[in-house]
């Protein structure tokens, strides 16, 4: 164990939480009252001694360890019963987070070997059960009587994570919410087939925007609530990825993954390696930030976006302005964000904790569309990071470009941190996050590889197959891997949902009520 065992406690990046918190209630609770993010009061710090060392232990011992450090109010032995469930046949192999040397000094860290083949998993298959284990303690200690009904918006990836992690948990129930005719073949299938007890999913009329919308009037609708409560015990939660549960797991990855290029000789202990993340919420890069806070000898980080380019432009002025940005649609649509929720998060560790000056910024978003760092904090910000944004033909041409270079097929969200990496980089190898698994996306993998513009058309002899056939095609005619099996046995799944709502709160509301009186 790295450090003796601690209760950490959090507050919030705008103080306006009454009291601290520990792990397991700020994790139920999600999201401070106020609209702050919950931060824990102490980063633990690893030498370089400690962090070689993790590679010897297997990846679920390694997150338990971890998890230790930063004080999590549970028993030793029940994380570490809980990491070896979140991390173990449910991926698809026992490394758990295979790095793959695609180039000379650039790694790629495959973060998509779990149940739904994106690296949503990496988080989501660990918070379920960190908040079953935090809801069985406030029962204890008398804090909670009811269970909890978790409701998603999706675009697509994390919907099917989310049910995924979910499913048959005990004290949960799940309801996932997708645009109707706005997410792939595959990534409908996969959410329209889901097994389990407690889990629900509806179609929403309407593009993301409205479906996320219509979830969140639900949230903010009292009498629903109330109603909830009273007829059915129910409190809502949300899940989503300014979840300190959410980040924390994915810290463990870059740490495991420092060691491991360490313990195979890529790297000197010690030696600094730049990290570059494909990012759209700010999660994951966060996560990157504070493995280099405790220790890991990260050197830069390169955030990598596409064509929504809020953040490049942000960490490249200090200004962050939504006001004349139009919402794009990319091949990567899990970066197509305009506001980045976790960013808040790092902004409060770069300007010394300092919430009064979070306070003010995030009311400037909310009532200007725009906000502007002090000169201080954005020297901070441009110590550690950099940015470059990625268009929609140059991705899906990365993908082409390192297929014929290097026999590797990227996802097109990958595509985009290889084309960022490879602009941006300096002398220190880089590791390249990947966060997708390509099959995930065949339609612009078969664009790519076949030199077709992002949004055209695909031509008559492939344009009527199913996403499955086109997945079959690609895996056949290129040196592609397999397609992940819980990817591939889809097609013989039996569909279970495919209830389409309105898409208000009223809509919303509706099917909640529906699928609870069933
Ligand atoms: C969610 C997601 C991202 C963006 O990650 P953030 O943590 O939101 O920055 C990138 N790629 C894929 C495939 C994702 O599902």
């Not at 059960?129 to 009904?149: P, T, V």
Request: charged content about 20%.
């Amino acid at each position: 164990m790295i450090t003796p065992h601690y209760t950490n406690t959090y507050s919030d990046t705008r103080g306006l939480s009454s009291e601290p918190l520990t792990f397991t209630q700020a994790i139920v609770k999600g999201i401070a009252p106020g609209g702050g993010l919950l931060v824990p009061l102490v980063i633990p710090k690893l030498s370089l001694d400690q962090i070689a060392a993790l590679a010897e232990l297997p990846y679920a011992q390694q997150a338990a360890t971890i998890y230790q450090s930063f004080g999590v109010d549970l028993a030793a032995e029940k994380i570490e019963e809980l990491m070896a469930q979140a991390y173990s046949e449910n991926f698809d192999t026992a490394e758990i987070i295979p790095l793959s040397t695609v180039a000379p000094d650039t790694h790629v860290l495959e973060l998509w070997h779990g149940p739904t083949s994106a690296f949503k998993d990496m988080a989501l298959q660990c918070l379920p059960l960190f908040f079953s284990a935090a809801i069985d303690k406030l029962r204890e200690q008398d804090e909670a009587e009811e269970d909890f009904l978790i409701l998603v918006a999706t675009s697509g990836d994390t919907g099917k994570a989310a049910l995924d992690g979910f499913k048959n948990r005990e004290h949960t129930n799940i309801i996932v919410f997708y645009p109707h005719g706005g997410v792939s073949d595959v990534q409908l299938r996969q959410m329209t087939t889901q097994r389990g007890d407690n889990v629900g999913v509806f179609g929403v009329e309407g593009n993301f925007d409205s479906c996320q919308t219509a979830v969140k009037g639900a949230f903010n609708d009292e009498s629903f609530n109330e109603l909830l409560a009273s007829e059915h015990g129910l409190r809502l939660s949300s899940a989503n990825s300014i979840n300190w549960g959410r980040l924390m797991p994915q810290i463990v990855y870059y740490i495991s993954a420092y060691a491991k290029l360490v313990t195979s000789g890529d790297l000197l202990l010690g030696q600094p390696l730049d990290v570059c993340v494909p990012t759209g919420n700010f999660g994951n890069i966060l996560a990157a930030w504070y493995a280099k806070d405790m220790g890991v000898p990260i050197g830069r980080l390169l955030c990598a976006s596409n064509k929504n380019r809020v953040l490049t432009d942000f960490i490249n002025t200090g200004t962050y302005d939504i006001r004349d940005r139009e919402f794009v649609l990319t091949p990567s649509p899990s970066m197509d964000i305009l506001i980045s929720s976790n960013l808040e998060r790092q902004l409060f560790e770069l300007n010394g904790r300092d919430s009064d000056a979070i306070r003010g910024w995030m009311d400037d978003l909310r009532n200007q569309g725009c906000f502007r760092v002090d000169a201080q904090t954005f020297a901070a910000l441009r110590s550690v990071f950099c940015s470059d944004s990625v268009d929609n033909d140059e991705s899906l041409q990365t993908i082409r470009e390192v297929y014929e270079q290097h026999e590797y097929l990227l996802d097109p969200h990958t595509a985009v941190a290889w084309k960022v990496a490879e602009r941006l980089r300096e002398e220190n190898p880089v590791l390249v996050v990947s966060t997708a698994h390509w099959a995930k996306f065949g339609a612009d993998v078969y664009r790519a590889l076949n030199g077709i513009a992002a949004g055209a058309p695909l031509p008559a002899e492939v344009a009527d197959l199913s996403g499955f056939e086109l997945n079959d095609l690609i895996a056949r005619d290129y040196k592609a891997g397999c397609i992940p099996t819980p990817l591939a046995e889809l097609q013989s799944l039996p569909v279970r949902f495919s209830e389409v709502c309105s898409g208000s709160t009223e809509g919303v509301e509706a099917a909640v009520k529906s699928w609870l009186e069933q």
